[in-house]
């Protein structure tokens, strides 16, 4: 107890001499705190970067596994349309009329909103995607239709770190 209210009082006296300095360091303190705090949080996952330099990860498309990769140039999540059918999503109706611009070249595909995707602890309901036609794509984009979701995110030179809101 004595020590809290020294360091109260020294905070106020720098505080009052220094103004500048004090809410320097105050915010800097509390950007560390909150980081510290939202690394531990019970939503927030990390991923490694894999040795070709992408962060790969599997996440669950209306409860089914599905790898993915993380795509911060893709607006949408966007899915193979296996993964699709996989998903029980319904290809049936769907109307491939949205222009795409993939690693292949345009294509085509069908706009449709996920039940819930899931990455680890993080999930999402109702979440804008788009598929592609059969064998128009290799891998899953999680894109920024299910990123902007979060709270944050924030890439580091070996990991991604996704944090979602408490």
Same mark, same amino acid.
């Given at each position: 107890?004595?020590?809290?209210?020294? &360091?109260?009082?020294?905070?106020?006296?720098? +505080?009052?001499?220094?103004? +500048? /300095?004090?809410?320097?360091?105050?915010?800097?303190?509390?950007?560390?705190?909150?980081?510290?705090?939202?690394r531990n949080s019970p939503r927030a996952v990390e991923i490694t970067r894999a040795p070709?330099?992408?962060?790969?990860?599997?996440?669950?498309?209306?409860?089914?596994?599905?790898?993915? &990769?993380?795509?911060?140039?893709?607006?949408?999540?966007?899915?193979? @349309?296996?993964?699709?059918? /996989?998903?029980?999503?319904?290809?049936?109706?769907?109307? @491939? #009329?949205? #222009?795409?611009?993939?690693?292949?070249?345009?294509v085509k595909a069908a706009r449709l909103t996920l039940d819930r995707l899931a990455v680890?602890?993080?999930?999402?309901?109702?979440?804008?995607?788009?598929?592609?036609?059969?064998?128009?794509?290799? /891998?899953?984009?999680?894109?920024?239709?299910?990123?902007?979701?979060?709270?944050?995110?924030?890439v580091r030179p070996d990991k991604l770190l996704l944090h979602g809101y408490p």
């Open positions: 107890m004595a020590i809290a209210i020294l &360091v109260a009082t020294a905070g106020s006296i720098f +505080a009052v001499q220094e103004p +500048a /300095a004090f809410h320097s360091a105050a915010r800097s303190m509390l950007k560390t705190i909150s980081l510290h705090l939202n070709n330099g992408e962060f790969a990860l599997h996440a669950k498309v209306n409860g089914v596994t599905a790898p993915m &990769v993380i795509d911060t140039g893709a607006t949408s999540v966007v899915l193979t @349309y296996e993964t699709a059918k /996989a998903a029980g999503l319904p290809l049936e109706i769907a109307n @491939y #009329d949205v #222009d795409v611009e993939t690693a292949g070249g345009r680890g602890k993080l999930e999402e309901l109702s979440v804008p995607a788009l598929v592609v036609p059969r064998g128009q794509m290799k /891998a899953n984009l999680l894109g920024m239709s299910f990123l902007n979701r979060l709270e944050s995110w924030e």
